[in-house]
C-alpha cells in the first residue's frame, strides 16, 4: 500500500523557515516523481516543487523559485521542501504527491503535473504571522 505521510508544518513567523518532510512507503522510491502542492485559504491548487527521483531534476514553481528547495534522501525514502524566507501568501496546506515514471513524466526542470499524480497525502499545514 502505498502511503505518503507529510510532517514539519506549524506557525511561523514571516521571513522565518522550516523544512517540511514527506515520508512515503510501499513503492520503489527511485522509480517515482515526488513533489509538493498546497492550497491556501480561499486559493487554488498550485503546484509548488517536484524531484524526479531518476535523473535529479526539480522543478520549482515562480512564486518560491529562490526560497524553497527540495531534496530527496533515497535511504529514508523522505522528500524533503526547506522552505526560507516565508511570506504571509505561503500560508496554506501542502501536500505530497507521487507518481510511478512508467505511467508518465511527471516532472522535469520545466513542468510539474501534481495533479495527474495518483498518491496523495493528506498534508501539513503552515502558517505564517507577520
Known amino acids: 500500500e502505498v502511503q505518503l505521510v507529510e510532517s514539519g508544518g506549524g506557525l511561523v513567523q514571516a521571513g522565518g523557515s522550516l523544512r517540511l518532510s514527506c515520508a512515503t512507503s510501499?513503492?520503489?522510491?527511485?522509480?517515482?516523481?515526488i513533489g509538493w502542492f498546497r492550497q491556501g485559504p480561499g486559493k487554488e491548487q498550485e503546484g509548488v516543487s517536484c524531484?524526479?527521483?531518476?535523473?535529479?531534476?526539480?522543478y520549482y514553481a515562480d512564486s518560491v523559485k529562490g526560497r524553497f528547495t527540495i531534496s530527496s534522501d533515497k535511504a529514508k525514502s523522505t522528500v524533503y521542501l526547506q522552505i526560507s524566507s516565508l511570506k504571509p501568501e505561503d500560508a496554506a496546506s501542502y501536500y505530497c504527491?507521487?507518481?510511478?515514471?512508467?505511467?508518465?513524466?511527471?516532472?522535469?526542470?520545466?513542468?510539474?503535473?501534481?495533479?495527474?499524480?495518483?498518491?496523495w497525502g493528506k498534508g501539513t499545514l503552515v502558517t505564517v504571522s507577520s
Open positions: 510501499g513503492f520503489t522510491f527511485d522509480d517515482y516523481d
Open positions: 504527491a507521487a507518481g510511478w515514471r512508467g505511467n508518465g513524466n511527471y516532472c522535469s526542470a520545466y513542468k510539474y503535473d501534481y495533479y495527474g499524480m495518483p498518491y
Open positions: 524531484i524526479n527521483n531518476s535523473d535529479g531534476a526539480t
